[in-house]
């Protein structure tokens, strides 16, 4: 079969196909508020969190990454410049060991 052979013809139907692209995480300081596992997560205890839709990433008590929901946090909305502090502060006090 030729290209002659084969006439003008229309698609069935039209596929698109895209690709899921992780998104970008907003670091911000927040609050715990409520935990599953306090041995994890320690209540009242200021964390930085990566923000993605309605969870949060956190590094828990032992230094691992964790996802919880974002309702378990109050977010404190800082200035650059005291998050900025904060971070260098608690550089200098834990080393790369920072809890941040």
Do not use: Q, W
């Not at 039209?14 to 997560?41: G, N, Q, Y």
């Not at 590094?59 to 904060?86: C, H, K, N, R, S």
């Amino acid at each position: 079969m030729n290209e002659k052979d084969l006439g003008e013809f229309e698609f069935a139907r039209e596929t698109t196909v895209s690709i899921a692209t992780r998104p970008k995480s907003e670091d911000v300081f927040a609050v715990c508020l409520e935990t599953d596992d306090e041995k994890l997560l320690v209540p009242m205890k200021v964390y930085k969190i990566g923000l993605r839709g309605n969870k949060a990433r956190v590094i828990d008590e032992e230094g691992e990454p964790a996802i919880y929901p974002l309702d378990f946090f109050l977010v404190l909305p800082l200035e650059e410049e005291a998050t900025i502090l904060i971070e260098k502060h608690s550089l200098r006090r834990f080393g790369e060991k920072a809890p941040l």
